[in-house]
């Protein structure tokens, strides 16, 4: 069974930078599914953030591109991947969850199967 | 960007009904990248529908997805207590690709 988890800090102060990891299990990070950080916030909905090939290719959301940095770690001892995002504001506060890109033995279909439970991340002093 | 509307904001139905809800693209969307989330409080998105019509593995037959073009459609035939929840469709277009997200649909007894 695929499983995600992420992890971080709870509460990150304006100007700061937001870290959270996204631990795989379940599933080879060596494969051909894009993972993605996506964020929810009563005001924005949910927003995509970006994804990450396990070649290290990424893909960020225009808007946030200028802030964020993912990185992946596909060693089968250390199955996970990550998110940076800097100089915060109140705005960032979000429920943050990491999701796999659903793709058959065919295809991907740029759709997300399997998410984190999500983690909730305050920006505040 | 290619911004998804979707309507009704709220639905209100009782179980047994049949719920249909719309996702609107403001230009065309190919129907390979049309995808349906059902999310609980407190709980993830769950995929439901990929490629605007196929269901996800587990996904009972009940839920079903038809559209093309700019105009998409989720519809339950027969709702049970369980599908009280609500409902986002997503889209992914371009490359490097860029995926958004409708406001969603709440759906309440």
């Known amino acids: 069974q695929v499983q995600l988890q992420e992890s971080g800090p709870g509460l990150v102060k304006p100007a700061g930078t937001l870290s959270l990891t996204c631990a795989v299990s379940g599933a080879s990070m060596s494969r051909n599914n894009w993972w993605s950080w996506v964020r929810q916030s009563p005001g924005k909905g949910l927003e995509w953030i970006g994804q990450?090939?396990?070649?290290?290719?990424?893909?960020?959301n225009p808007s946030l591109r200028s802030r964020v940095t993912m990185s992946i770690d596909t060693d089968t001892s250390k199955s996970q991947f990550s998110l940076k995002l800097n100089s915060v504001t109140a705005a960032d506060t979000a429920v943050y969850y990491c999701a796999r890109e659903y793709c058959s033995a065919e295809r991907c279909y740029m759709s997300f199967d399997y998410w984190g439970q999500g983690i909730l991340v305050t920006v505040s002093s | 960007e290619i911004v998804l509307t979707q309507s009704p904001g709220t639905l209100s139905l009782s179980p047994g009904e049949r719920a249909t809800l719309s996702c609107r693209a403001s230009q065309s969307v190919s129907s390979n990248f049309l995808t349906w989330y059902q999310q609980k409080p407190g709980q993830a998105p769950r995929l439901l529908i990929y490629?605007?019509?196929s269901r996800a593995t587990g996904i009972p037959d009940r839920f079903s997805g038809r559209g093309s073009g700019t105009d998409f459609t989720l519809t339950i035939s027969r709702l049970e207590p369980e599908d009280f929840a609500v409902y986002y469709c997503q889209q992914s277009d371009g490359s490097p690709p860029m995926f958004t997200f409708g406001q969603g649909t709440k759906l309440e007894i």
């Open positions: 990450i090939h396990p070649s290290g290719n990424t893909n960020y």
């Open positions: 490629g605007a019509s």
